[in-house]
């Protein structure tokens, strides 16, 4: 667990304003949920497995998607023994609940630049912003041993050790990615982000001209 400093800002906006004003767009907000289970665990500092999972799918149905329709996971990821196995254990139950059938990549902006507490949630946001706007996903660093206690092998999903290209979907469909924030006590909380391409929202290309 490695502390930092930071601070974040992003500039939310209707999509049809962004269009007609000309705006650079980096990702469309699909869809969010935001839950507490704090007294779920037992403890208040503790995570629930089951909080958590609940959270992503109700995130997911936000958003009108199914797991596996995300190119990419952006985790909380604070590098502790007890936090990481209880939120990839999420993440891997709502995967498969939701009917995921391929392996998801896994990433944490913690790796990168350490947990800027408050900030970590938009530091998220951002990063996954920039994964669909550029279609990369950094590498996570430092990742030399694997923790014991989670079932990589077996999947859905897939730690990002080197840097990679974004996956392409079918039918031209934007891209979809995930980012989740975890509070210390027991707030949970998680985006969906989808790239921006004028082929995938051509009704607002088409009224941007009086919107």
């Not at 990821?77 to 990839?88: A, F, K, M, Q, S």
């Amino acid at each position: 667990f490695v502390r930092s400093e930071g601070a974040g800002m992003v500039v939310l906006k209707r999509l049809s304003d962004a269009i007609r004003d000309g705006d650079g767009i980096y990702a469309v907000i699909r869809g969010s949920a935001v839950n507490n289970d704090g007294k779920s665990s037992g403890l208040l500092v503790t995570p629930s497995r089951d909080g958590q999972q609940a959270m992503l799918l109700e995130a997911w149905r936000q958003a009108g998607i199914s797991g596996s329709d995300l190119s990419y996971i952006e985790a909380h990821g604070t590098g502790t023994h007890v936090g990481d196995p209880i939120e990839v254990g999420a993440i891997v139950d709502a995967l498969r609940t939701s009917g995921a059938v391929r392996w998801v990549p896994l990433g944490s902006m913690k790796s990168n630049i350490g947990h800027t507490e408050s900030a970590a949630g938009v530091a998220g946001v951002i990063k996954t912003a920039l994964v669909l706007h550029h279609g990369v996903i950094p590498a996570s660093l430092h990742y030399d041993k694997a923790n014991p206690e989670i079932d990589w092998a077996n999947g859905p999903i897939e730690m990002v050790t080197e840097t990679r290209t974004l996956s392409p979907v079918e039918d031209g469909k934007p891209r979809l990615a995930g980012a989740s924030s975890f509070g210390l006590t027991g707030t949970n909380a998680h985006m969906v982000l989808a790239e921006y391409g004028k082929s995938a929202y051509p009704e607002l290309q088409e009224r941007s001209s009086y919107l």
